[in-house]
């Protein structure tokens, strides 16, 4: 699966927003340094269902409510 570019844009604009490393991003998300390195970069192809799942619940309870960022065909 993969995560939307507007997704990923939210997520590193989140993630600079609130001075997160990746170590503490990847942490509150539940995945290893490594995975969110790559999300981070841009590499998001084949990522698990289970990782988008977590990246989307983040963003949904880390950005303001009124910004659609969640891509609902991935449910």
Not at 13 to 36: C, D, F, H, P, W
Request: hydrophobic share 30%; glycine share 6%.
């Amino acid at each position: 699966m993969e995560i939307t570019s507007q997704q990923l844009e939210t997520l590193r604009i989140e993630r600079g927003r609130k001075n997160l490393t990746i170590s503490s991003l990847a942490q509150q998300l539940g995945v290893s340094r490594y995975t969110m390195g790559n999300i981070i970069n841009g590499k998001t192809n084949g990522l698990r269902t289970e990782t988008v799942h977590k990246i989307n619940s983040w963003l949904t309870a880390n950005v303001h409510p009124s910004k659609e960022v969640v891509n609902n065909e991935n449910y």
